[in-house]
C-alpha cells in the first residue's frame, strides 16, 4: 500500500516535467490519472520512487498513463530489500553482481548469462519469480 503522502510526492515530480497541463481541469486530471495507475502499478513507496526516478531520467516530458503503468512493471525498487553482498565471482563479472557469465559448454556453445549460485544470486532468482508472477 502506498503512503498518500509520498504518492502526492511522486505526482508534484511528475507533473514537473515539460507539456504538462497548465489549466485547472488539465492539472486536476493528470494529477488523478497518474495517481490511479501509480496505486494499481507500484506495490510500495519504494517500487514508487524507483518508478518516479526513471521517469524522471528517461522522459523528456509528462509521460501518458499508460508509460506510467508499462514503467510500474519494469522498475524494480531501489531497496530491494537487503539483498546479500555479491560473492567473488559474481561480483567479478562487472555486473554489479547480478549476473554470471556460464562460459561455454564442452562443445564451444556459449552457454550464456545466469544468476549465480551465493546468496545473491538465490535472493535474485527469488525476486525474479515473484516479478513474474506479478506480471
Given at each position: ?21 497548465t489549466?485547472r481541469?488539465?492539472i ?10 501509480l496505486?494499481s ?17 528517461s522522459?523528456p516530458?509528462i509521460?501518458?498513463p499508460?508509460e ?13 530489500g ?26 564451444g ?8 549460485s ?6 535474485l ?10 506480471r
Amino acid at each position: 500500500m502506498l503512503s498518500e503522502r509520498a504518492l502526492s510526492t511522486q505526482v508534484g515530480r511528475l507533473m514537473g516535467l515539460p507539456f504538462a497541463p497548465t489549466d485547472r481541469d488539465g492539472i486536476a486530471g493528470a494529477i488523478a490519472e497518474f495517481k490511479r495507475v501509480l496505486r494499481s502499478g507500484c506495490k510500495s513507496d519504494a517500487h514508487l520512487v524507483a518508478v518516479v526516478d526513471h521517469i524522471m531520467d528517461s522522459s523528456p516530458r509528462i509521460p501518458p498513463p499508460a508509460e506510467v503503468l508499462a514503467a510500474c512493471a519494469e522498475v524494480r525498487p531501489t531497496d530491494s530489500g537487503g539483498l546479500p553482498a555479491p560473492c567473488e565471482r559474481c561480483r567479478d563479472n562487472h555486473s554489479g553482481g547480478n549476473w554470471i557469465d556460464y562460459g561455454l559448454d564442452s562443445d564451444g556453445n556459449e552457454r550464456g548469462w545466469g544468476r549465480c549460485s551465493c546468496a545473491r544470486g538465490q535472493a535474485l532468482r527469488a525476486l525474479d519469480r515473484q516479478h513474474a508472477n506479478d506480471r
